[in-house]
């Protein structure tokens, strides 16, 4: 499939506000911090975030910015891990119509709503699997845990994915072991796996990036496919703005486990207000672009802090080429720069960032 | 995997006519001439040399050997030197009782290492004093844990019998009885170190992501621990097993012996004791062939249970 590398993406045509419009979760002031080395050190910070049913909305960030950490926050991953506090509410409308506080509910009803209401998909297919037991055991396991069903039924539920994430011969596949399958593959039966309950939330964490690039653009173009076809919504977890660009209704930007910008995709990238988000797009590589006037591939100075470091004023400050002594002092809050386009930045009104224009021209 | 298993059974024979040689060299040059062990002190020399002429000791070693191989691979292992039996009349009754007490001590402490670290609730009930038990049934000698056992459990409490083999066709509660504590003996050592082996290999597996893959599926805590940890876990194990059946034949020859087993490993220090070279050597071979044996089975298990390797 070549052709999928040089295929362009429509824009989604949701471009922000989806149809449906309800609320499928509401994350209210999040925060996760690990107890390290004798000190608490907050990996995700106040963080709220609104995901209406069928919304695609992408988490943007660099690694140890806690894009992550709140994916396995939300699939209650992080109970089983010492030394972790979870803060804030999660409040998830499951498909019994109940609305449940994901942090608050007890092991047992998290159980309940793994795999059923909110599914994952890890950003390692290879080590994903247990290279013990077949695929079609792995995902049948997946489904029996939350349906009654006869053996042929699952079996036939079990088939039927396969063929849907376009895996050839799906009979035989299910007998395979992971060992003997490619990345992608592993990747299909990884989302098989996560579909098969009809969950109404996936989390895809990263979920092509270990990918090469045919592959990713297959799997994305299946994502989208799926996405269109089930309706679920999908909080995508990724510090690719390509694929942003190409999935997302919605972007999340986060820094040093703080967000510090948020809009619609189309938005985002026409007018960042936040100098990070500019220099995140300034930093995509763009095929053909270095004969273009004026342009350069920027990488962004410094490093993104460490959760253990704190940095006074703005977080992004030590690397910002816009920074003042009040950027240094004051942390700032988010502001509303328009209706649904957050920014969390003192000189946002001063700065005239401009957008990542040939690649906004792209998508139109 | 048939035509391996076949391939690991035709390698075996160029193995026991190897190590058959060495223990046959070994064990006639450290013991010397057996004429002199079988007549006493105070036999006189044209005795011993009347008996090595009529035995065939006074011939090189490398005759002796084709003699005595020439006749073992027609089943005939010779006489013991003590009883006059024929050795396989001596060897093949103690065969059943050590094997079923090998088999049930390395049964009992697979089961036990496997649940007391893997099952949550065992888990958390009995972990803290896991590893105490672990190292104490490493560290104490097979016959103090046998005398402490029977002191205990037959002696003060009166539960058990002391010592001594009753047969299944006794009754299965007199059967059963009679080999709990050589048994949990036996298993003690093996306990100790399939748990220390089992315990990291299971924490290992809990920190691979096809665990928080388990659980993202909505899986119980004991599920994700006994399907997804636990195969992963016991891999280790079962390699561990089958390398472990020869020196279990030294923990055997201890406990027999403390129990009064009429097992391989009694015979052995007979054997040993009276210098009775058929049947020393005829212990030796079945020792080699039941290591072979059981490290060809474990490597079958593994394969069965870990598809990435197969046999071939």
Redesign the interface.
């Known amino acids: 499939m070549t052709e999928s590398t040089v295929k362009s993406y429509p824009m989604p045509v949701t471009g922000g506000s989806p149809s449906d419009g309800e609320t499928l979760l509401d994350l209210r002031n999040l925060s996760v911090s690990y107890h390290m080395a004798g000190q608490q050190v907050r990996a995700v910070r106040n963080v709220d975030i609104n995901l209406k049913s069928g919304e695609v909305v992408a988490l943007v960030g660099e690694s140890g910015s806690g894009k992550s950490t709140i994916g396995h926050a939300l699939m209650g991953l992080l109970r089983y891990e010492d030394k972790v506090a979870v803060s804030g509410t999660a409040l998830l409308r499951c498909k019994d119509g109940v609305t449940r506080d994901l942090f608050a509910i007890s092991d047992r009803e998290m159980k309940r709503v793994r795999g059923n209401d909110i599914s994952i998909v890890f950003q390692e297919p290879m080590s994903s699997l247990n290279p013990l037991h077949s695929i079609g055991h792995q995902i049948t396991e997946a489904l029996l845990a939350h349906r009654k069903l006869r053996r042929n039924e699952a079996r036939e539920r079990v088939l039927y994915y396969l063929r849907r994430l376009g895996i050839p011969n799906p009979e035989q596949c299910m007998a395979r072991y992971p060992h003997q399958l490619s990345g992608g593959m592993r990747q299909r039966v990884m989302i098989a796996m996560a579909l098969c309950c009809e969950s109404k939330l996936l989390v895809a964490d990263e979920a092509t990036t270990a990918l090469d690039a045919t592959v990713q653009a297959q799997i994305i173009d299946l994502l989208k496919s799926l996405q269109a076809e089930t309706g679920m919504a999908i909080l995508f977890i990724t510090h690719d703005l390509g694929v942003v660009s190409e999935m997302a209704d919605r972007a999340i930007v986060l820094y040093a486990g703080q967000i510090v910008e948020t809009a619609a995709t189309r938005d985002l990238f026409d007018t960042p207000h936040m100098p990070y988000t500019r220099a995140l797009l300034e930093a995509i590589p763009r095929l053909g672009s270095s004969q273009m006037k004026g342009y350069e591939l920027r990488g962004i100075p410094g490093r993104a802090p460490s959760a253990f470091e704190r940095v006074d004023g703005c977080s992004f400050n030590p690397r910002c080429a816009y920074a003042t002594e009040a950027c240094r002092a004051t942390m700032p809050e988010l502001d509303m720069a328009k209706r649904e386009h957050l920014v969390r930045c003192l000189r946002w009104k001063e700065l005239q960032l401009g957008g990542c224009d040939e690649f906004a021209a792209a998508r139109r | 995997m048939l035509s391996h298993i076949t391939r690991r059974i035709l390698l075996m024979i160029p193995n026991v006519i190897a190590m058959t040689f060495l223990l046959f060299a070994t064990v006639s040059s450290f013991l010397g001439s057996p004429a002199a062990a079988m007549l006493g002190q105070e036999a006189s020399l044209e005795e011993i040399a009347a008996l090595n002429k009529q035995y065939g000791f006074d011939r090189p070693i490398i005759v002796q050997y084709l003699d005595w191989i020439a006749h073992a691979l027609r089943g005939d292992f010779g006489r013991s030197y003590t009883s006059q039996q024929s050795v396989a009349d001596a060897l093949l009754p103690t065969i059943p009782v050590t094997l079923e007490l090998s088999l049930w001590a390395i049964l009992l402490a697979v089961v036990a290492t496997v649940l007391f670290n893997s099952v949550p609730f065992a888990r958390r009930v009995v972990q803290p004093i896991t590893t105490t038990l672990a190292v104490i049934g490493i560290t104490i000698p097979n016959f103090m844990l046998g005398i402490c056992l029977i002191f205990i459990f037959a002696v003060k409490l009166r539960w058990l019998p002391t010592t001594g083999w009753v047969p299944w066709s006794a009754g299965v509660g007199a059967h059963l009885s009679h080999i709990i504590l050589p048994v949990v003996t036996l298993a003690a050592n093996y306990f100790g170190s399939f748990t220390l082996v089992y315990r990291e290999e299971y924490k290992a597996a809990y920190r691979?992501?096809?665990i928080?893959?388990?659980?993202?599926?909505?899986?119980?805590e004991t599920r994700v621990s006994l399907?997804?940890a636990l195969?992963?876990a016991i891999l280790p194990v079962v390699t561990y097993v089958g390398l472990s059946l020869g020196p279990l034949v030294g923990g055997a020859v201890v406990t027999e012996m403390v129990f009064s087993m009429p097992g391989v490993g009694r015979l052995f220090v007979g054997a040993i004791g009276a210098h009775d070279f058929p049947v020393m050597l005829a212990i030796g071979i079945l020792v080699i062939f039941g290591v072979m044996v059981a490290n060809l089975v474990s490597d079958i298990v593994y394969t069965s249970?870990?598809?990435?390797v197969s046999l071939g």
């Open positions: 691979r992501l096809f928080k893959v388990a659980r993202a599926k909505g899986l119980s399907v997804h195969p992963n249970i870990n598809r990435q």
